[in-house]
Nanobody, 121 residues
């Protein structure tokens, strides 16, 4: 099964930037949507940014104008550029692919292991 591995999290001061990466270990037969989610203790996982296969993007209101989701097909990777970070952006960030693998073509949700982002002075 294809694995997703995230990297790029860490501790950053308010106003700083981070770039999250999500690398897929293999190729998918089809990808429906890609996204980045955020989870904080005691709350449900929240969709932060999403991208369709056609490249259309959507963002939760709190990150519009500050975060950018992008994809590198050649590198089989997904990115989240986070600028002007705020303490409220703190959480564990997960990448998600809604996709199917070539061997069975069954659509599933694939998740990375999560990467911690902490915005604090």
């Amino acid at each position: 099964q294809v694995q997703l591995v995230e990297s790029g999290g860490g501790l950053v001061q308010p106003g700083g930037s981070l770039r999250l990466s999500c690398a897929a270990s293999g190729r998918f037969f089809v990808i429906n949507t890609l996204g980045w989610y955020r989870q904080v203790p005691g709350k449900q996982r929240e969709l932060v940014a999403a991208m369709s296969t056609g490249g259309d993007t959507n963002y939760v209101d709190s990150v519009k104008g500050r975060f950018t989701i992008s994809r590198d097909n050649a590198k089989n990777a997904l990115f989240l550029q986070m600028n002007r970070l705020k303490p409220g952006d703190t959480g564990v960030y997960y990448c998600n692919y809604n996709a199917a693998e070539p061997h069975d073509r069954l659509v599933r949700d694939y998740w990375g292991q999560g990467t911690q982002v902490t915005v604090s002075s």
